[in-house]
């Protein structure tokens, strides 16, 4: 979406190594989201922003980090990789705490 | 504890309105009901958003009833390019933002 783009978009990586997946936006918004999405689960929120180096936990935190240091950009971190964590991962922005989410177009990771 | 529920999945024919329903029986008084769907693949997007009243937008329609218990979701004119899930959320907004919890969803399918 227009906005919003998530980097990478496939990445294939190997168990035990770190991934950061990438969240940029343009819009200048002050919340911004992580979710996954796995057969059997739907979506899931991983950890949320809501301000410049301000971040909180979703339901399914176990195993990744985050980091905003500057309002366009929420990256989300995997520090040891493990298979159970291949997935589609979508990261969402809002502009105030009332509004619809835009979301970007999503990472496929793959851990073997 | 799911706070909505939603049939798994509807059929619609093209250009007929289709009317997807969803149940929040458990909805408290400062929950606003959310509508999303996601196009295979894509990242989910966002539809339309209400507390009380009505609401009507460029997409869709949104009828609550009065009790707040159900809410139904209207698609005026359903195009093919309308088949994706759609996801009926309830969401209380707080200061750190909204966190979205989505559910199963109803797959609509619109043939011609």
């Known amino acids: 979406d227009a906005g919003i783009t998530q980097s990478p978009r496939h990445k294939v990586t190997e168990t035990g190594t770190p991934v950061t997946l990438r969240c940029h936006q343009t819009?200048?918004?002050?919340?911004m989201y992580w979710y996954r999405q796995d057969p059997g689960h739907g979506l899931r929120l991983i950890h949320y922003?809501?301000?410049?180096?301000?971040?909180d936990k979703g339901e399914v935190s176990d195993g990744y980090s985050v980091s905003r240091s500057k309002t366009e950009d929420f990256l989300l971190t995997l520090e040891s990789a493990t298979s159970s964590q291949t997935s589609v991962y979508f990261c969402a922005i809002s502009r105030t705490s009332q509004g619809g989410y835009t979301f970007g177009s999503g990472t496929r990771l793959t851990v073997v | 504890d799911a706070k909505t529920t939603q049939p798994t999945s509807m059929d619609c024919a093209e250009g007929r309105a289709a009317n997807l329903p969803c149940n929040h029986s458990?909805?408290?008084?400062?929950?606003?009901v959310y509508w999303y769907r996601q196009i295979h693949s894509q990242g989910p997007q966002y539809i339309i958003h209400g507390l009380k009243n009505n609401e009507t937008n460029e997409m869709a329609s949104l009828i609550i009833t009065e009790d707040r218990k159900s809410s139904t979701l209207i698609l005026p004119h359903a195009t093919l390019r309308d088949t994706a899930v759609y996801y009926c959320i309830v969401m209380l907004f707080n200061n750190a933002g909204n966190m979205l919890t989505f559910g199963g969803g109803t797959r609509l399918m619109v043939k011609p």
């Open positions: 819009e200048n918004h002050r919340y």
């Open positions: 458990t909805i408290s008084g400062n929950e606003y």
């Open positions: 922003s809501y301000g410049v180096k301000d971040t």
